[in-house]
């Protein structure tokens, strides 16, 4: 059985789309409590109870982003991307270069802070300089989005709101 090739975005890449930007917002807004749970502990102090609970739910959200992306990137293998709906190089171009940073930011920053709570402590700091990279890429991206929705008219943002039909 042959894959179904869509010629917009499949359900299951603008699901693992929205899923892995909502766990990322979490990560980003929570994520703080690690730093206190991690401090506390290398002080051999205590922590709260909701420090407690976000800095494991930042555990394990984390690897499950680290496992999404992984099923993300087969699924593009898979399927593919939809093609730009412009024929701008420039636009093109940028918009394959902030997706691809997405994708290795998906996966060094989890695995940094695996190794940094497994092998190094040290590597955390590396695990922490991803926050402003992050925010600075769902900006652009966000506002690429809005600019080809709003200004351009062109269907970009659609395409990751309502599933391609299987192409024909």
């Not at 010629?7 to 789309?17: D, N």
């Not at 892995?20 to 703080?32: C, D």
């Not at 997405?102 to 991803?130: C, K, M, R, S, W």
């Amino acid at each position: 059985m042959s894959p179904q090739k869509f010629a917009g975005y499949a359900p299951i890449q603008i699901g693992l789309h929205w899923l892995i930007a909502a766990l990322v917002l979490f990560q980003l807004v929570f994520g703080e409590s690690m730093v206190t749970a991690t401090e506390a502990a290398e002080e051999g102090e205590t922590i709260g109870t909701s420090d407690f609970i976000l800095a494991t739910a930042h555990y394990w959200v984390g690897i499950t982003i680290l496992i999404l992306v992984a099923a993300r990137l087969i699924v593009r293998l898979r399927n593919g991307a939809a093609a730009p709906v412009d024929d701008n190089p420039i636009m093109a171009l940028a918009a394959k270069a902030t997706h691809w940073l997405f994708y290795l930011l998906l996966v060094i920053v989890p695995t940094t802070g695996l190794l940094a709570v497994y092998a190094n402590p040290e590597i955390g700091e590396i695990h922490q300089l991803a926050k402003p990279a992050f925010i600075v890429l769902i900006v652009l991206h966000a506002g690429a989005a809005l600019f080809h929705h709003f200004i351009l008219h062109d269907g970009t943002l659609r395409r990751m709101l309502v599933p391609a039909r299987p192409a024909q």
